[in-house]
């Protein structure tokens, strides 16, 4: 656990960089730090492994102040990824990795061992990188080798300045998406800055937001953050299209979901015509006894369509995939990026095999408008 206890810090020129700061992180969880250029981000950051020095205040981990800790013990068992890439340019990608390790005197073949480990850990095929040099990367890779670095020695403590930075849209989604998933396995306590409120929602257990010279304006979830600005400042600094961030923190309620009637394959076309008749509906879904949706069927046939349905025939016969799923699990995100790929106006939810219901653009803006608290949204119409 990293805690900031009334921390300040005033450079030279009297300037505050960072003011009267109380923030804690709780062991395994990942708090993005946002806020403009100048904000202070950096400083937070590096006062965890003291390349800062509060001016006022304390920074606890695990509960002991780490102005009595040994500094080089301290940075051991921290793990830095500086903004930029930041490797040592006239090292190996190997090297540049073991750095740590070799600091702690581990074994040669321990040290191969685990470099060879972390950069399979970050994507990246050790046969083809180890001996390449810093200049023979992509930004991308480049900032995977500056992830493997920073947990070559695994420490409890992360801290991250900007490490997708540098690279493109694309690729930075995707390393966002490996970071959690690494982060999943790992639980190491993180302290990740960025720009990008995207990113911060993607990544973050938590946000803290600071404004111009170090003031904490907001520290919460992500959804909070997005459903509940607590200041002019983090309105503004989140921006307009938060209802649509919001979709990304969003989960999917069973109670959201509409329930069109359900017919099993075995359902003649005339037991089917009835059941939609009665629910006022065209289509219902076909969905086996076992729960699993099979597909769905319009009994009544298109109006002017190629084929009459044959009112004693079985269902079965007449009914058409339903391509638009997603896990019960998903985000509301998920699902309208599901629904907008396949052109669809349901999208069948899932938990596991079975069928549980299915989103449909006015659930999916009834969804986003109950995350919120009832405040209309400008999202879908
Ligand atoms: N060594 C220093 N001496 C004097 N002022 C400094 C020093 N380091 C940083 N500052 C000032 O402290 C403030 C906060 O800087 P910091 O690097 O923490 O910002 P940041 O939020 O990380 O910005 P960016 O998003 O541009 O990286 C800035 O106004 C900066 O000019
Ligand atoms: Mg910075």
Redesign the pocket.
Known sequence: MIRFESVSKR???G?Y??QDLDLQINAGELCVLV??????????LRMVNRLVEPTIGRVLVDGRDIATLDRVELRRRTGYVI?QPGLFPHLKVADNVASVPNLLGWDRARVRARVGELLELVGLDPAIYAGRYPHQLSGGQAQRVGVARALAGDPPVLLM??PFGAVDPIARERLQQEFLRLQAQLHKTVIL?T?DVDEAVTMGDRIAV?SQ??VLQQYDTPAELLGHPATPFVADFIGADRGLRRLAVTPIEVTDLYTPPVVGPRTTVDAALAAVKAEGTRWALVVSDEGRLLGWVDPAGPPDGPRQRDGAQTVALYMRPLTARVGLDCSLKVAFAEMLQNDAAWVAVLDGDRYVGVLTPDTLHAALRRSVGGEPVQVIS
């Not at 806020?35 to 937070?44: E, I, L, N, R």
Request: overall charge negative.
């Open positions: 450079y030279d020129s300037a960089a960072v806020g403009p250029s100048g904000g202070g981000k950096t400083t937070v903004q300045d900007e800055v720009h600071l010279a170090g």
